[in-house]
């Protein structure tokens, strides 16, 4: 059930992030509706709750992008139902300062208030919308974050260890050779491992050991045929 829930969020998760948003802005555009104030609230404590139940979610699967071309991780279902649990709170900040201003009573302690929990919300949606993590591309792994990113090519790295079915940490450990070929931006999380918060670690490992020692495929890598290919050659998790 929570499997089927977290692939679900993950494929639409555009569509219920504009439907919170909506709510969200409707809510805050609605002077004195109390009813519906607390029903927004009840939904976002119940999106929290939800968040923490899918955290361990990891699924075993990348999502193809042609356009760019990559193979994704897909994008956190955890962190859509997160970003929903802030949308109750935006919405009372956003509608305080709304009234506020309106009215002239807005203070400087309200209004940096305010003005801070919507830009962390903002940033939760942002991310969320984005669905950042780590890709494989012809050229290499390349693991985006909010505020940076991290780019290692084919040719610093050996094949990682694949760790077993049993293992819970959210990162994977890489294995450079040549540092000197690694590029970051911003401020990436680490220039040693990659996170699998977002999916299941052992079948990332096998996939990028499988282009580390197949370079003849990686040309190939974000289409739909390379991506049957490859999962018909990884071993199955269990």
Not at 61 to 85: E, I, K, N, S
Not at 169 to 197: F, H, K
Not at 216 to 231: D, F, N, Q, T, V
Request: one cysteine or more; hydrophobic letters at 50%; charged letters at 15%.
């Amino acid at each position: 059930m929570i499997d089927r829930l977290s692939a679900a969020t993950v494929r639409h998760r555009h569509v219920v992030l504009a439907l919170g948003l909506v709510l969200a802005c409707v809510n805050a555009a609605a002077p004195g509706s109390t009813v519906g104030t607390r029903v927004l609230l009840l939904l976002s404590l119940a999106a929290l709750v939800l968040s923490v139940f899918l955290m361990g979610v990891r699924p075993a699967y990348f999502v193809v992008r042609p356009q760019v071309p990559a193979f994704a991780t897909p994008g956190p279902a955890w962190m859509v139902f997160f970003a929903l649990g802030y949308l109750g709170p935006a919405s009372l900040c956003l509608g305080a300062l709304i009234r506020s201003t309106s009215e002239g009573t807005l203070s400087t302690f309200d209004l940096v208030f305010n003005l801070l929990w919507l830009l962390l919300a903002a940033l939760v949606i942002t991310r969320a919308w984005r669905g950042h993590g780590v890709r494989l591309h012809p050229s290499g792994v390349r693991q985006t974050w909010p505020l940076g990113s991290l780019t290692v090519p084919w040719e610093a790295m050996l094949a990682p260890q694949v760790p077993p079915a049993t293992d819970s940490r959210p990162w994977l450990a890489m294995r450079i050779t040549e540092p000197e070929l690694v590029r970051g931006r911003g401020i990436p999380r680490s220039r040693r491992a990659l996170r699998t918060d977002v999916v299941d670690p052992g079948f990332l490992a096998s996939a990028i050991g499988h282009y580390v020692a197949h370079p003849e495929h990686r040309a190939a890598i974000g289409s739909h045929a390379e991506y049957e290919r490859l999962r018909a050659e990884l071993p199955a998790r269990g």
